[in-house]
């Protein structure tokens, strides 16, 4: 069975606080990744991609490595409204048509 | 910007009866979807959907459920006979070609579906 596994947390953290979240994946055929974000009772929006080299935007970096089947989010200077439940994605490769394969999440609490 | 709508937002039903939800996707996509997510679990694949017909299926959804798009614009998710375990938060979701090989999706705010 392809899972994608993340420690459910939560984070509690103080604003402008860095942070970082783990995530790994089961099936060693996935080639995109994903964060997305969620609020509470809301639906999950993507935050960004995950590339190979590792990718920035903003305060927010990806990382992926692929022999070890990890994928990381870092959030630096952490705002309150950052706090939300960070989900980890990966693509079946399986599915001809890209279904993907979520973690269960990662909640996030940042507090003045 | 463009959004994927869904109706209705919440929905109660008694065991047994038949539920329709409802989506619109973005216009210009072609690959629809539904996930659902039970309360405090993970987001699941249901089904995806393309050129008018099923393209892959979990095995959540088993004959109670069914898609369609009847007119274009429409996409729904029918349960035939509701069960309580179907109680959760039903997302569509569209992508189109591009962002389909990516794995890239859409949203909708989802429709909220409580089985008593």
């Known amino acids: 069975r392809k899972e994608v596994e993340q420690d459910p947390g939560p984070f509690n953290v103080p604003e402008g606080a860095t942070v970082a979240f783990n995530c790994t994946y089961s099936n060693s055929a996935s080639q995109s990744f994903f964060w997305y974000r969620q609020d509470c009772r809301k639906e999950p929006k993507l935050l960004m991609s995950?590339?190979?080299s590792g990718n920035e935007d903003g305060r927010f970096t990806a990382q992926l490595n692929r022999a070890s089947q990890y994928i990381s989010l870092l959030i630096r200077d952490s705002k309150l409204s950052d706090s939300a439940t960070y989900l980890c994605v990966v693509n079946n490769p399986d599915s001809g048509y890209s279904t993907l394969t979520f973690g269960k999440g990662t909640m996030l609490l940042v507090s003045p | 910007e463009p959004e994927v709508t869904q109706t209705p937002s919440h929905q109660v039903t008694q065991m047994g009866q038949e539920v329709i939800l409802r989506c619109v996707p973005i216009s210009n996509h072609l690959y629809f979807y539904w996930y659902r997510q039970i309360l405090g679990q993970k987001v699941e694949f249901l089904v995806s959907f393309y050129n008018n017909e099923i393209s892959e299926k979990s095995e959540i959804f088993d004959d109670q459920f069914s898609v369609e798009r009847p007119d274009g614009s429409n996409f729904t998710l029918k349960i035939r006979s509701t069960k309580l375990e179907d109680s959760a938060m039903y997302f569509c979701?569209?992508?189109?070609?591009?962002?389909?090989?990516?794995?890239?999706?859409?949203f909708g705010e989802g429709s909220r579906l409580t089985v008593l």
């Open positions: 979701a569209s992508s189109d070609y591009q962002r389909m090989n990516t794995g890239e999706l859409f």
């Open positions: 995950v590339y190979s």
